[in-house]
């Protein structure tokens, strides 16, 4: 009997035991955070409990959660963030891990994202997809949005007020593929294009990513940045970081905060790239190398169309409080135009060895090329169109070669600023410049085989400038030559070929200035001086006056050959001059304190400058004749009276 009831016992036991292993697992499954397929539809953001990832060591759950945590602080702290990794999607509510999605191998596609993510995180109408949600890449990870294949032909991106409201894209250390479809931003509460602000959405490539964008457009993207003239602050719409790489190919960005920022990214090609009417400045490239260009376009950016910067160090995204550390060597700039920017076309700053060539500029607002803190940069094949200033080269740069320079209208061609020494202009052009073809203010400068027409002053060679050589320079037209003022030392001009320059074709106040050989042809006055001068082997012929010296010290003209139409060589009171193995022919040679030395031929001018004088004459006399005539036929006093008879003187 008692056996009996120890049976009945210990099976009751035993039912009890069953029954609480079940309640306990059943109370598991409820409790248990969710794993849901790619196929099956995902709860709402607000509905989603924030858990640990399942399973595991605690200690390793707390270290994946803090690495998902800094991933999201990291991106601005967005309300929505999608972490795809290569076996699942982490959907992360405020900071928090809400779900994971088992993916299949292999790139993921816009629907195969939209299984992944809640219902209001991603969704399409008709050939358009709103994609509300921070979407970050992780390492051997890739996404593929081809317009061609999904269908969608926009991609919107959420963005407000905060970066909390930001959907953006981030590569992280996975391949991006965009073709053929617009990027753009929207606010999800008026459906409109979101206003720059700092929740705007940008794409950033970030270290070793990979971002690939053919046949694409970019706009209304990137937050805005304070007011900076290298393009410090906000973030660009387009943001190659450290180490990233990647092509944009037939890729336009418009309306963007600055369109293209490429920060020490590595060999990332840009073919067929147009970005206009950013906020700020349109391309920014700084510490990048081995970037590949071709056929870059930068249009009525509020900013610079491109700039081209060291390194900057200091705090974080730079600003007046960062500064410029040393820039890529030997960098490559080429095949880029610019027009209509409100700042300069291109911008130079902080490199060493940097090359630009086949760049076009025209009609932006301060001007065609900057070249600031640089050294041994080498320019070629340079055009300029309608700038305030074609180059413009200052702040200690040095060593700069000019080649194949091509400026036509605007106000000045090229201005050499006073900090900068040692720069060399050749074979270049300059016309129409409303002020100077070429303005020299820095040391060391030399100006070779340079063609100047129809400008106001051909060269301009500023105050504080030394050692300035001119060889070979060609004028025509305008209104003076070349122009040395006050406090300017070491000027040498040589071989100057000018015709038809208005004024003055030579006018230096710069003390021991030095005119070798060259021939001036027509205009007021051939040579000017106000200091003194040496002019040796010139031509003068076809002006008004040849040589015109108002300067207190000693000049000194040897071996010229001067023929004008009125003053061969006119000394003011005071200004001593000696001519020595000289030919002068004028209608008055010598006016003033002229001494002479040596064998010296003065004369009137040769018979074809008499007969340049003389036929207007003649035509004046001719036209004054016809005048009296027609008023004696007015009068009737036409015919000419006959001479009286005299008297005879015979008886």
């Not at 700092?198 to 970019?218: K, M």
């Not at 064998?599 to 004054?624: K, R």
Request: charged share 20%; aromatic share 2%.
């Amino acid at each position: 009997m008692s056996r009996t009831r120890d049976r009945s016992r210990s099976h009751r036991h035993s039912l009890w035991l069953l029954l609480a292993c079940a309640l306990s697992t059943l109370v598991g499954l409820v409790t248990a955070p969710s794993v849901a397929t790619a196929g099956s539809p995902a709860p709402a953001a607000s509905m989603l409990p924030a858990q640990p990832p399942p399973g595991g060591d605690p200690g390793d759950r707390a270290a994946a959660a803090g690495r998902i945590r800094a991933a999201w602080e990291g991106r601005g702290r967005p309300t929505r963030m999608a972490i795809v990794r290569a076996t699942r999607v982490d959907v992360v509510a405020d900071g928090h891990l809400a779900q994971q999605v088992p993916l299949r191998p292999g790139p993921v596609t816009l629907p195969v994202l939209d299984r992944s993510l809640p219902p209001t995180w991603l969704r399409e109408s008709a050939d358009t997809a709103l994609l509300a949600a921070t979407v970050v890449l992780t390492p051997g990870t890739a996404m593929d949005i081809a317009g061609d294949v999904s269908g969608i032909r926009t991609l919107a991106l959420a963005g407000g007020s905060s970066t909390a409201d930001t959907a953006s894209l981030y590569t992280g250390g996975g391949r991006l593929s965009l073709r053929g479809l617009t990027i753009t931003s929207a606010d999800p509460a008026t459906g409109q294009r979101a206003a720059p602000a700092a929740g705007r959405s940008s794409i950033v490539v970030s270290a070793r990513g990979h971002l690939d964008a053919t046949d694409t457009t970019i706009t209304d993207l990137g937050t805005p940045a304070p007011d900076s003239d290298i393009g410090d602050g906000g973030r660009a719409a387009v943001v190659f970081g450290a180490d990233s790489s990647g092509a944009l190919v037939r890729t336009t960005l418009a309306r963007n905060s600055t369109g293209l920022q490429l920060s020490r990214s590595d060999a990332v090609r840009l073919d067929q790239v147009t970005v206009s009417d950013s906020v700020g400045d349109g391309i920014v490239l700084r510490g990048d190398r081995a970037t590949m260009m071709t056929g870059i376009r930068a249009e009525r950016n509020g900013g610079n169309g491109m700039v081209v910067a060291a390194e900057t160090a200091g705090r974080p995204g730079g600003g007046p409080a960062s500064r410029l550390t040393a820039g890529s060597a030997g960098r490559l700039i080429t095949e880029v135009s610019t027009t209509g920017n409100g700042r300069f076309g291109l911008v130079l700053i902080g490199q060493t060895g940097a090359q630009i060539t086949d760049v076009s500029t025209a009609a932006d607002k301060s001007g065609g090329l900057r070249v600031s803190r640089s050294a041994d940069t080498v320019v070629t094949n340079f055009s300029a169109t309608d700038q305030p200033v074609g180059v413009f080269t200052h702040i200690n740069s040095t060593n700069v070669v000019l080649d194949h320079i091509r400026t036509t209208g605007g106000r000045r061609g090229l201005v050499v600023e006073k900090s900068t020494q040692g720069l060399a202009l050749r074979d270049s052009t300059f016309h129409g410049a409303r002020v100077a073809g070429v303005s020299v203010g820095g040391q060391d400068v030399t100006v070779t085989g340079v063609q100047v027409s129809d400008s106001a002053t051909g060269v301009r060679i500023e105050r504080g400038a030394r050692t300035v050589t001119v060889t070979g320079l060609r004028l025509r037209g305008g209104h003076d030559g070349i122009v040395a003022t006050p406090d300017t030392t070491g000027v040498l001009v040589q071989d100057l070929v000018a015709e038809g320059v208005a004024f003055d074709t030579v006018r230096t106040f710069s003390p021991d200035t030095r005119i070798i050989g060259g021939h001036i042809t027509g205009g007021t006055t051939g040579i000017d001086v106000g200091a003194a001068t040496t002019i040796s082997g010139t031509v003068i012929d076809h002006a008004q006056e040849g040589i015109r010296s108002r300067s207190a010290q000693l000049v000194h003209a040897d071996n010229v050959d001067v023929a004008t139409t009125a003053l061969g060589i006119n000394a003011a009171e005071g200004s001593p001059f000696l001519l020595t193995a000289s030919r002068v022919h004028a209608l008055e040679a010598l006016r003033g304190q002229v001494g002479q030395a040596g064998p010296n031929e003065l004369s009137l001018p040769p018979l074809n400058l008499l007969g340049a004088i003389g036929i207007p004459l003649i035509l004046l006399a001719i036209v004054l004749e016809q005048v009296h005539t027609r008023r004696q036929r007015r009068t009737g006093t036409a015919h000419r009276r006959p001479p009286p008879v005299l008297p005879s003187s015979g008886g």
